[in-house]
Nanobody, 121 residues
Framework: VQLQASGGGLVQAGGSLRLSCAAS????????MAWFRQGSGKEREFVAA???????YYAESKKGRFTISGDSTKNTVYLQMNSLLPEDTAVYYC????????????????WGQGTQVTVSS
């Protein structure tokens, strides 16, 4: 599966962004999709995931501000981010796998190229 992330950019604190991850093939019926992020000098961390049936799972600290969703007709997963904070600044990556791999990025097998999100204070 090939993944293409987009939608990053520069936004002021308190603003919103929606990231997109376009997947090749019949991804939605076969893969769990997830978003991770990596801040400068930090380890890549789990943000959210969506299952083949549409079930969602969030990192505890992301609940309430971030929403993951998917459009199977477009083979695209979205990450809606609201009330952004400067500490949300990171490269955001989408990932996919045939089964739930947990929150450790090293377990996931398929990755997009990442999109930069910068939140100014």
């Amino acid at each position: 599966v090939q993944l293409q992330a987009s939608g990053g950019g520069l936004v002021q604190a308190g603003g919103s962004l929606r990231l997109s991850c376009a997947a090749s093939g019949r991804t939605f019926s076969r893969y769990i999709m997830a978003w991770f992020r990596q801040g400068s000098g930090k380890e890549r961390e789990f943000v959210a995931a969506i299952s083949q049936s549409g079930g969602t799972y969030y990192a505890e600290s992301k609940k309430g501000r971030f929403t993951i969703s998917g459009d199977s007709t477009k083979n695209t997963v979205y990450l809606q981010m609201n009330s952004l904070l400067p500490e949300d600044t990171a490269v955001y990556y989408c990932a996919a796998d045939s089964t739930w791999r947990g929150t450790d990025y090293r377990a996931w097998n398929y990755w997009g190229q990442g999109t930069q999100v910068t939140v100014s204070s």
